[in-house]
């Protein structure tokens, strides 16, 4: 049973460009959660989805957006990307009603330079 | 405001002997969860345990102990019998209400093990 998976593992960007990262969640799980783990710190929320929509947000930027597809898989898209973008992106999955239970992905490293 | 506060930002310890690593946190609200997860030089976030903040009991698995202190608003990690292995980093988290998805994450301490 694959976990989940995320791609790219890392990403190079430019300052101002726009970057798209992905994440397929654990098989039966409905919940997709996304955090922003900036160096020598813990991860903090972006959003979470489910149903296709964005069910709550943290305290991130509308530069950050996302998505969720019908196969459950979801996407972050991060627009003028800033220096300060630069971290691992990590994806979690959770079980039907029980989002609570978050399953990590190995996340993708992106480096705005 | 920090909800989670770990004050340890390393730790060593002796193969075969236990650790504590140290969590305190702060919320208003009566009901909560708290999580920690261990972390890897891949990157990875694994999750360890969960208690719950009407559990009773303070919650146990395997190698893994949760020393709940509610009054002091405390969740101290207890890893027994310590294996290279663990080397890690190491994050407390909290989530607060059953509704509430934003889960808060300590800065993390980072655990050495000697052996």
């Known amino acids: 049973d694959a976990g989940v998976t995320q791609s790219p593992t890392h990403l190079i960007k430019t300052r101002g460009q726009q970057v798209t990262l992905r994440c397929s969640p654990k098989?039966?799980?409905?919940?997709v959660s996304w955090y922003q783990q900036a160096l020598g710190q813990g991860p903090q929320f972006i959003f979470q989805y489910y149903e296709e929509e964005e069910r709550q947000r943290g305290n991130f930027p509308d530069r950050f957006s996302g998505h969720q597809f019908p196969n459950y898989s979801s996407e972050l898209n991060v627009n003028a990307l800033l220096l300060g973008d630069s971290a691992l992106y990590l994806c979690?999955?959770?079980?039907?009603?029980?989002?609570?239970?978050?399953?990590f992905g190995p996340g993708t490293r992106l480096t705005v330079t | 405001a920090q909800k989670i506060t770990q004050t340890q930002p390393g730790m060593f310890v002796q193969e075969k002997e236990a650790v504590t690593l140290d969590c305190t946190y702060d919320?208003?609200?009566?009901?909560?969860?708290l999580f920690w997860y261990k972390q890897p030089s891949s990157g990875e976030m694994i999750f360890l345990i969960y208690?719950?903040?009407?559990?009773?009991q303070n919650a146990t698995e395997g190698r893994y102990s949760l020393n709940f202190q509610k009054a002091r608003k405390s969740a101290n990690l207890v890893i027994s019998a310590s294996q290279l292995g663990d080397s890690a980093m190491y994050f407390c988290?909290?989530?607060?209400?059953?509704?509430?998805?934003?889960?808060?994450f300590g800065a993390g301490t980072r655990l050495t093990v000697k052996p």
């Open positions: 919320t208003s609200d009566q009901s909560y969860g």
């Open positions: 098989s039966g799980h409905d919940t």
């Open positions: 979690a999955s959770s079980p039907p009603g029980r989002s609570y239970e978050q399953y």
């Open positions: 208690q719950g903040s009407y559990d009773e």
């Open positions: 988290a909290m989530r607060e209400r059953p509704n509430n998805n934003d889960m808060r």
